[in-house]
């Protein structure tokens, strides 16, 4: 089954619950053996079930429950019903879920390796950008998140301003209350004289009705999805940053499954799966900015040479403070950096 056609509407929106199973599996060679105990993977993530992360994650959990001879399934928690969104890592950590879909960004500072992922400028893409995340990050997770399996990391499409009033320049963004997309956005926000407002995704409407925000930082189609484009009517047409995720599975919940389980969960967990889950979200995301584009009260600015250039000026220092967060920690960041650089060139999303 294919993410388009998951997104045509056999997500199991109305109920809020998606279980993942499927009977009558032909065994594959190399898959979970018939005599493995059946488990169930509570996977839990924050946004709306009408999110293609919703298909992205069934597709997933549908290909895993096959090689697993039906040993495995995935019963989905969508819009924060096992817990707060922030609260999604340590939700994995101590077994509140089974899985998380993790955003590091919304716990400013906690995983500094990971921010590298988040820096502007710096990835072109959601799909090639996710497998070249995943491969990256694949080689420094225990640094960080060590306590939890990390199956895979990826991203969604560029995002960009979106504001009550016109952001062009940097200097636009002077005396504005941005709701920035993680920590890293709100360090961009605070050096170009804006205040950060730090809200989830699934309250960043409200706090844009009410005034607590004047913008926010997100991607295009995501903006239709929440609702903002009712409170929005300025976009600025430029792929200012993705956001980074990661999918955690709990250790003891691994460590529990049979060793051919297992590799049915490592074979799930890798940069083709990375990118295969962003692809239905990245056509979805891009498809919001034509969408927005084509309403008449709205107003897309696309940036000249000479804007762009102002803005890579603007958010050049954000590198320089990466790396002594990093070195901070104990970690080589140029060794990072460089590494982080080299894989986004080998899968052609490097911006």
Request: proline share 6%; with cysteine; net charge negative.
């Amino acid at each position: 089954m294919s993410i388009k056609s998951l997104l045509a509407g056999s997500v199991l929106a109305a109920a809020g619950v998606a279980v993942v199973a499927l009977s009558g599996v032909v065994p594959v060679a190399g898959s979970a053996q018939a005599q493995d105990d059946p488990v169930e993977i509570r996977f839990s993530h924050w946004v709306p079930p009408t999110h293609p992360l919703q298909a992205a994650i069934t597709e997933w959990g549908e290909s895993i429950n096959k090689a697993s001879d039906g040993t495995i399934s995935v019963t989905i928690f969508p819009a924060q019903q096992l817990g707060a969104a922030k609260d999604t890592y340590d939700m994995v950590r101590d077994g509140i879920a089974d899985m998380g879909y993790i955003n590091p960004g919304y716990t400013p500072g906690r995983f500094p390796i990971f921010d590298a992922a988040n820096l502007p400028f710096n990835v072109t893409n959601a799909t090639d950008g996710s497998a070249a995340i995943d491969e990256w990050y694949s080689r420094y997770a225990d640094k960080e998140m060590g306590d939890i399996y990390v199956c895979l990391a990826n991203a969604h499409d560029p995002g960009a301003f979106h504001s009550k009033e016109q952001i062009a320049v940097p200097g636009d963004v002077d005396g504005m209350k941005v709701r920035p997309a993680n920590g890293t956005i709100s360090k961009l926000v605070t050096m170009l004289g804006g205040q950060p407002v730090q809200v989830s995704a699934p309250e960043s409407r409200e706090a844009l009705e009410r005034g607590v925000a004047d913008a926010i930082t997100f991607p295009w189609g995501s903006i239709l999805l929440f609702g903002i484009d009712k409170t929005t009517k300025y976009h600025l047409d430029m792929p200012l940053y993705v956001v980074g995720f990661v999918w955690g599975m709990n250790q003891d919940f691994y460590d529990s499954l049979s060793d051919a389980q297992k590799k049915v969960i490592d074979d799930h967990c890798n940069p083709e799966w990375a990118k295969q889950t962003s692809v239905g979200w990245a056509a979805y995301e891009s498809g919001g900015r034509d969408k927005i584009k084509a309403m008449p009260d709205h107003t897309v600015t696309e940036p000249t040479p000479d804007q762009v250039a102002a803005w890579r000026e603007a958010v050049a220092p954000m590198l320089d403070e990466w790396k002594k967060t990093v070195n901070d920690a104990g970690h080589d960041a140029d060794a990072i950096w460089a590494d982080l650089g080299d894989t986004l060139k080998k899968y052609n999303s490097q911006y």
